[in-house]
């Protein structure tokens, strides 16, 4: 078992992800990265203590860093902080997280991933009055026939608010995580959609072949769409489902088949294969174009979607925008409210 120490900082690693419009929930703020977590007017959380091999490494008192062997299970705690007016109801939960153009980017909700399903937390509801501190306990078991391989994800400590409309407006900050595996299982799953083949029956109905190439270390069973989209055009068709009962053992190649129930043109489309293998999910496209009569044409290279998966540049800039923006709302919002018992206390100074 490793020996755990506290941490003696009292700077928790925060950054802000926010949906759509964001303000603040309850008085609380999404505090942008290197915000101090006991800054008036905010939520904050902050590990409790790190081990103490890894004392000496100031990534590990801000963040949960740890390399571990399959069939691991280990603890950390957090404590979530209400440095506002009001006493509050946080949900704290683990989410999947990413590295993209740079930042380190947690998902815009419970979005479930190879991490998230091995974490837990002892408490995902706390009540903390103003003022007021609560300990929380994460414990991580990675199983034992884990791959090896680093994951990201994130703690959060989350406070809601629903608008009359029916848009749910959340804040929340978070504790990253970087999570390695050691050891010498098999390399994790993965797969390649090499090219995509256009072609007729012989009635004339449409079908799409797409050449899929088992990169990982593990065994697919696929499932997935086709989608179509006119190049020159508005039109869209789809989604169709590909045939299942694909199985690809590591290295193997074969054709995964969607079969396209409308009538369509020739085209050119823009077709976009999205397969799933358990928690593995990839999306392919190009351009293709039916034969006019029954037959195949040739072979398209296929590409690899990488927004599918991964935040665009303008969406991460947006996010970074939003935390500041509810930051600075925070802070006018307690100006304002300062200035208002100020004024009560010495109301001669209004006239």
């Known amino acids: 078992m490793r020996r755990l120490i506290p941490v003696s900082v009292l700077t928790a690693s925060v950054f802000a992800v926010g949906v759509g419009t964001v303000r603040p929930a309850v008085g609380a703020g999404v505090l942008p990265q290197g915000t101090p977590a006991d800054q008036a007017g905010s ?19 801000q963040y949960v860093v740890d390399n571990l062997a399959p069939g691991t ?3 950390r705690r957090i404590e979530v902080t209400n ?6 109801r946080v949900s704290v ?31 995902d509801d706390i009540d903390i009055p103003s003022g007021g501190s609560v300990r929380d306990t994460v414990t991580i078991a990675v199983p034992k026939d884990a791959p090896p391989g680093e994951r990201y994800g994130v703690i959060w400590a989350q406070v809601g608010d629903e608008h009359r409309s029916g848009v749910a407006l959340v804040n929340r900050t978070g504790i990253r995580v970087y999570l390695s595996v050691n050891g010498d299982n098999p390399p994790a799953a993965k797969f ?6 256009a072609q007729r029956d012989a009635t004339g109905r449409a079908i799409v072949l797409a050449q899929v190439h088992n990169t990982g270390g593990r065994a697919l069973d696929l499932t997935g769409t086709l989608k179509l989209s006119q190049v020159k055009g508005r039109l869209n068709a789809g989604p169709y489902a590909v045939d299942l009962g694909t199985s690809l053992a590591p290295g193997q190649s074969e054709p995964v088949e969607a079969v396209v129930t409308d009538p369509v043109e020739d085209g050119p489309w823009n077709a976009t294969f999205e397969l799933k293998s358990g928690l593995l999910d990839e ?4 351009v293709i174009t039916f034969p006019h009569a029954s ?9 690899l979607d990488t927004t599918s998966t991964r ?18 709302l925070v802070a006018f919002v307690a100006r304002a409210r300062r200035l208002r018992r100020r004024a009560a206390r010495w109301p001669e100074r209004r006239r």
């Open 43 to 61: 939520v904050g959380v902050r590990l409790v203590d790190i081990p103490a091999d890894l004392a000496d490494d100031p990534r590990a008192r």
């Open 73 to 75: 299970t280990v603890h």
């Open 83 to 88: 440095r506002t007016a009001s006493p509050l």
């Open 93 to 123: 939960y683990p989410d999947a997280a990413d590295i993209s153009h740079g930042a380190f980017v947690g998902a815009a909700g419970k979005t479930v991933s190879e991490l998230t399903s091995w974490t837990t937390l002892e408490k």
């Open 192 to 197: 390649s959609i090499d090219s995509m083949t």
């Open 283 to 286: 999306t392919y496209h190009a």
């Open 295 to 303: 037959g195949a044409g040739p072979a398209v290279k296929a590409q």
């Open 311 to 328: 935040l665009p540049r303008l969406t991460v800039a947006l996010i970074g925008l939003a935390g500041l923006l509810t930051a600075v």
